[in-house]
């Protein structure tokens, strides 16, 4: 059977190169399609050697055979139609490379080839079928220039494989399971560029499959931080965070998640979107080019808080740590969805100490309109009391309400106070963050020099977290 599959594997792999040079030849597709092609059809050899083969040695002859003539075709030209136009790298030679390593490291012992047989897979199908869409329907770009849209499409494939697959072989828990084998594929696939998705999807990948499914820890580990990644690649692909501003959000629901539980947990996530949907809807409605993204600077100062929070209720276990916790969400999301309405208000923009008249933007104006959607906002985020506690839901949910509201307004007031301010020494205009090359053409005109925007965002839900306190303690 070992000699038999060598023929068929060599026949199948020799009729995928050759159907997809003729297609390329006659032009019935392109060549980024016809590498694809290429790309997917050769996943399947793992497939072939797991039928066939029973001598590891055999099994591994032709992938170490292609991964020499790969890397002379990378260096040559020589098969046109499985190499990238740009020459990006060796993804040709790692593709090959890790089915052998992964044929030598399982087939030894046939216990965990399906692990194997999962990665090749999602490597083959759900990386081709990615790069095809993303290059033709991917609108949404993260940094690297790969696309929302196609990891989006990496991820659905990578779950019906990891479904089939883990079903075929028995496996309970199917559904978690395979969300968390696609998530950690999807991020190992965003994450690598010049071609090692090729050999860090299938190799990651099967690391993750083995100790996913023979350790529990592992497992309830990996819950939380699929969950965490995936909104992170959803985040930054819709430009909702920048790079660091995501680490730090994924880092900051982690915490969340086990210190605190699932509920404070659920209510973090529908912070998150809840927030960033409306700003995505305001920016749309006033014509904004994009959105601003949030980095970490921000999340540190809208996330302190809670954090510290979640923090001390895990040592002490105390229902007032939660309310803080929901308070710092409330605070920052009031905050936002005050700033995103006032942007669709007409009305004249005004400081509420003087009274003075200031652009549109300006920080510390406010709007009646922004004035409600703030209160809107953190009656929302206030609302999560009814699922994260047990008892005493209304007076929570009033508390986390008005004081959230009120760190609205004491963020308005330290924004026209505290708050730095420069005018141009040129044309009078007045902003409220400079970049160092524009130094020499600005002057300060108010506010503390390290107070800014983030700063005094974090400053209002710290006076509005101790005002509670005061309150929560006195009654």
């Given at each position: 059977?070992?000699y038999v ?8 792999i ?7 040079t ?7 597709i ?5 590498r ?11 497939l ?6 029973e ?9 170490l ?5 790969n890397?002379y ?7 046109k ?8 790298g060796?993804?040709t030679?790692?593709?090959?490379l890790?089915?052998f390593?992964l ?9 965990y080839?399906y ?23 991917g ?13 989006l ?6 779950y ?6 883990l ?18 594929g ?11 998705d ?13 100790f996913?499914?023979?350790s ?12 965490n ?14 790079l660091k ?12 998640y086990y210190?605190a ?14 927030a ?5 809807f305001?920016?749309s409605k ?20 809670p ?21 710092g ?16 208000s ?26 409600i959607?703030?209160?809107?906002a953190?009656?929302?985020i ?8 047990e ?7 009033v508390l986390?309400?008005v ?23 040129h ?9 160092k090359?524009?130094?020499?053409n600005?002057?300060k ?27 929560y303690f006195?009654?």
């Amino acid at each position: 059977m070992d000699y038999v599959g060598l023929l068929v594997e060599l026949l199948y792999i020799i009729f995928i190169i050759m159907v997809s040079t003729i297609l390329l030849n006659k032009k019935k597709i392109s060549f980024e399609v016809s590498r694809k092609f290429i790309h997917i059809g050769l996943c399947n050899t793992y497939l072939i050697a797991w039928i066939f083969f029973e001598n590891v040695v055999l099994a591994s002859i032709l992938p170490l055979l292609f991964i020499i003539i790969n890397f002379y075709s990378y260096k040559h030209k020589t098969i046109k139609a499985i190499e990238r136009v740009n020459g990006d790298g060796l993804g040709t030679v790692w593709y090959v490379l890790s089915i052998f390593i992964l044929i030598v490291t399982l087939f030894s012992t046939r216990k965990y080839i399906y692990i194997g047989a999962i990665s090749v897979l999602i490597l083959g199908y759900a990386d081709g079928l990615c790069g095809i869409i993303g290059t033709n329907m991917g609108k949404h770009r993260f940094k690297n220039n790969k696309s929302l849209e196609g990891s989006l499409v990496f991820f659905i494939v990578s779950y019906f494989i990891s479904y089939l697959m883990l079903k075929i072989n028995c496996y309970d828990n199917l559904i978690i399971y395979s969300f968390i084998i696609a998530t950690y594929g999807t991020v190992i696939e965003v994450l690598c560029t010049k071609g090692f998705d090729n050999l860090f999807v299938p190799l990651l990948l099967a690391i993750v499959i083995y100790f996913l499914t023979v350790s529990n820890w592992f497992f309830d580990f990996s819950i939380a931080i699929s969950i965490n990644l995936l909104i992170g690649v959803l985040a930054n692909g819709l430009s909702f965070f920048d790079l660091k501003g995501t680490i730090a959000a994924v880092v900051l629901g982690f915490f969340v998640y086990y210190l605190a539980g699932v509920y404070s947990y659920i209510s973090l996530i529908g912070y998150i979107v809840f927030a960033n949907s409306v700003s995505l809807f305001c920016s749309s409605k006033v014509r904004m080019k994009t959105q601003e993204k949030r980095g970490i600077e921000q999340v540190i100062c809208n996330g302190l808080i809670p954090f510290c929070a979640v923090i001390l209720y895990f040592y002490l276990k105390t229902d007032i740590c939660l309310v803080l916790y929901l308070l710092g969400l409330a605070g920052s999301c009031s905050d936002t969805f005050g700033g995103d309405f006032g942007k669709l208000s007409n009305a004249k923009v005004r400081y509420l100490i003087s009274g003075k008249e200031v652009p549109k933007g300006s920080s510390g104006g406010v709007t009646i309109r922004g004035l409600i959607g703030s209160l809107i906002a953190s009656m929302v985020i206030g609302a999560f009391s009814f699922v994260v506690f047990e008892e005493r839901q209304l007076l929570y949910f009033v508390l986390v309400s008005v004081f959230g509201f009120l760190s609205s307004v004491i963020d308005s007031i330290m924004g026209e106070v505290l708050q730095v301010k420069y005018k141009n020494i040129h044309n009078n205009g007045v902003v409220e963050k400079l970049e160092k090359e524009e130094i020499n053409n600005y002057t300060k005109v108010s506010g503390i020099n390290f107070i800014g925007n983030s700063m005094v965002n974090f400053l209002s839900v710290l006076a509005s977290c101790l005002m509670l306190m005061v309150l929560y303690f006195l009654i």
